[in-house]
């Protein structure tokens, strides 16, 4: 009897259960986790986001395993989870900030970019009919000079953070995070931390095709992709490398 | 898109509200406009913003004595009047309140450079027909006056002048303006200015409004004659 009427409250996204819980949402929650994860460290100096993207077959082309976006010249995403959920979003978000410079002719501000696509979000928790979107997303830039570093969750809710991961095994990486980071970090110590906490949770180490690392400095405020050989180098650097 | 909220807004729309939809110049004779000569300049302290006072019909009958054509809009910027009167003042309306929802929704003010952008794009997309504001302001990057021109067009410049006065009013500036000069001479040459135009333009006069722009915020004073402004 119990599970019956617990079934019935989570059919609807709309309907809160007795104890105020929206299932729907808990669920896209799980989907998250079923996601490999990505991770994002904020330092003095700029922004780093990298993301697991380990592929499933040798056979597929990894350059079509997307999980970080470009928004624009100076923002980036990381997602975990549905990555066509994620596709959605990225839209949004990249229509938002095409709309602020059309509007005021001013790059958009990391902040209320994060926040355009919360409340976007937030919308698939109240209406009638939709589905929650099963995706978490890390959103990462510069700001008036100062770097930034927002994650949004489905259920339209902001958060920002120093360092943060999202996706599969993200309490222990973030867990991993907590006693690793420092805030008098440079760039580049934030760039082996994020791959220093990927890497705490892949007993098999990393493999720069398996990893997706872009940074944006306060420098020049430009979202800038790592290629395949500097991760390689770092991971050789820093000895998180497999076997093979 | 699936966009139920509409939250992917044109930017040439307002947020709030939609721009009025009507033809442009249409029963033209019967609108009260200001022939008007507002006058912006920039100094290193701020920006003094100064207008006459003169509403016309049909270019021939003073309908209103004591118009204040220069109105605050932002934290730290106004904008003047100049043109079809109803057509800049809910164009006035409609920019304060998207500078509002903008400082409201980010917790800081729109830059100066934003709000003419803004202010151009309204310009633009609606049918504010002939209306020819300047916008002037102080923000975290120092003092701007702005003009936006009926078509959209917005220009920064150190000083700058629009309205039926136009010609006397720039010639009264040019060459007296100095970037290093004080607040309180823009003030003067400002009010000279206006002056100048009253003399001779049949669309400007009767008195002057004056508006001081500073970080610290919008100063309006209205004055009957020119030598109680000074």
Redesign the interface.
């Given at each position: 009897m119990q599970g019956n009427e617990q079934q019935a409250y989570d059919r609807g996204i709309t309907i809160f259960s007795p104890d105020g819980r929206l299932y729907q949402v808990e669920y896209a929650r799980e989907a998250v986790k079923r996601g490999t994860a990505s991770v994002g460290v904020r330092t003095e100096d700029g922004v780093v986001i990298a993301a697991d993207r380990h592929a499933r077959s040798p056979l597929i082309e990894r350059d079509s395993i997307e999980k970080i976006h470009e928004i624009d010249s100076h923002v980036g995403v990381a997602s975990a989870g549905h990555v066509a959920d994620a596709r959605q979003l990225i839209?949004?978000a990249r229509?938002?900030a095409q709309?602020n410079r059309?509007?005021?002719?001013?790059p958009a501000?990391v902040?209320?970019l994060t926040?355009?696509i919360t409340?976007?979000i937030q919308?698939y928790t109240q209406?009638g009919g939709a589905r929650p979107f099963g995706v978490a997303l890390l959103v990462a830039g510069i700001e008036d000079g100062e770097p930034r570093l927002f994650e949004t969750d489905p259920s339209g809710t902001p958060y920002e953070w120093q360092a943060v991961a999202i996706g599969g095994s993200r309490e222990d990486i973030q867990t991993f995070l907590e006693d690793e980071y420092a805030e008098e970090m440079d760039l580049e110590a934030g760039i082996e931390l994020a791959l220093r906490a990927l890497a705490s949770v892949n007993e098999d180490g990393l493999d720069a095709t398996g990893v997706d690392i872009a940074t944006i400095d306060v420098e020049t405020e430009q979202f800038q992709k790592l290629s395949e050989e500097d991760i390689a180098e770092r991971l050789e650097e820093f000895e998180l490398g497999g076997e093979n | 898109?699936y966009d139920?909220?509409n939250?992917?807004?044109?930017?040439?729309e307002p947020e709030v509200g939609t721009l009025p939809n009507e033809d442009g110049g249409r029963d033209e004779e019967n609108v009260v406009k200001t022939g008007t000569t507002t006058v912006g300049i920039a100094t290193e302290n701020g920006v003094v913003i100064a207008t006459d006072r003169r509403a016309s019909l049909g270019g021939r009958f003073v309908s209103n004595k004591q118009v204040q054509k220069v109105e605050q809009i932002h934290p730290t910027a106004a904008m003047t009047l100049v043109g079809s009167v109803g057509g800049a003042q809910s164009f006035i309306r409609s920019l304060r309140a998207e500078a509002d929802l903008?400082e409201v929704?980010?917790d800081e003010p729109?830059?100066i450079?934003?709000l003419a952008?803004?202010a151009g794009?309204f310009a633009r997309g609606g049918p504010y027909f002939a209306i020819n504001p300047i916008v002037g302001g102080v923000d975290e990057e120092g003092s701007h006056v702005y003009s936006v021109d009926p078509a959209g067009g917005v220009l920064e410049d150190d000083y700058t002048v629009t309205g039926s006065g136009t010609m006397v009013a720039t010639g009264t500036i040019e060459g007296q303006y100095d970037p290093e000069m004080s607040l309180g001479e823009a003030r003067d040459l400002a009010i000279r200015a206006v002056n100048a135009a009253a003399e001779r333009d049949t669309g400007s006069g009767n008195g002057v409004v004056l508006a001081e722009i500073t970080g610290e915020g919008v100063e309006i004073d209205a004055f009957d004659d020119y030598e109680s402004a000074e």
């Open positions: 839209d949004v229509r938002q709309v059309l509007r005021y002719d001013e501000s902040e209320s926040k355009e409340d976007y919308q209406t | 898109m139920p909220e939250r992917l807004t044109d930017a040439h903008y929704r980010r729109l830059s450079h934003a952008t803004l794009n």
